[in-house]
């Protein structure tokens, strides 16, 4: 909790909440879209990678490891999760937000944990692709700016303060 301290704990039918302020909030659904876009760039190229390794591995193995290779590309697809999941557990931020200076946390004012991050990893791939992108809309809605993943997920993402 010292890493953040602009967030202030209040207890509300036992249950313990943070209580965000303007600051934490501020321009994090623009800084949002930006870390998601930073993102997906770092993975297409990671993607791209992995997919032409295995390609040019079939080539020279004249089709031998083409078994192995077709795993890899079935696999890929994951990618994404693997990607979102692990950085969301270990610091609370994938590099596109550690880039713009936002990273995700619990309503208790931690970092989710690998099973944490890896749900709402995929609640919002199922969603957000299923909506084109309008289930985001919820954000503008609560005072806390969280889409429906964080609140299905009781996670927020707010501005890093460590990083100021």
């Known amino acids: 909790m010292n890493e953040l301290p602009s967030l202030r704990l209040k207890k509300s039918h036992s249950d313990i909440k943070l209580d965000l302020s303007s600051i934490d909030i501020e321009g994090v659904p623009f800084n949002r879209m ?21 390609f040019v591995l079939t080539l ?5 490891l083409s078994p192995i290779t077709s795993i890899v590309f079935v696999l890929l697809p994951l990618l994404p999760l693997a990607y979102h999941s692990y950085f969301l557990s270990q610091q609370g931020a994938t590099p596109g937000m550690n880039a713009m200076g936002i990273k995700m946390i619990t309503m208790e004012g931690d970092i989710p944990t690998l ?7 995929i609640i919002f791939y199922l969603s ?3 909506t084109s ?14 889409t429906l993943h964080d609140l299905l997920t009781n996670t927020v993402v707010v501005n890093d303060t460590t990083r100021a």
């Open 115 to 121: 099973l944490h991050a890896g749900i709402t990893t």
């Open 34 to 54: 930006l870390a998601y876009l930073i993102d997906l760039i770092i993975l297409s190229v990671v993607g791209l990678a992995i997919g032409f390794a295995a």
């Open 133 to 146: 992108f309008l289930i985001l809309i919820v954000m503008l809605f609560n005072d806390e700016r969280r």
């Open 128 to 130: 957000v692709p299923a």
């Open 60 to 64: 020279i193995s004249i089709g031998l």
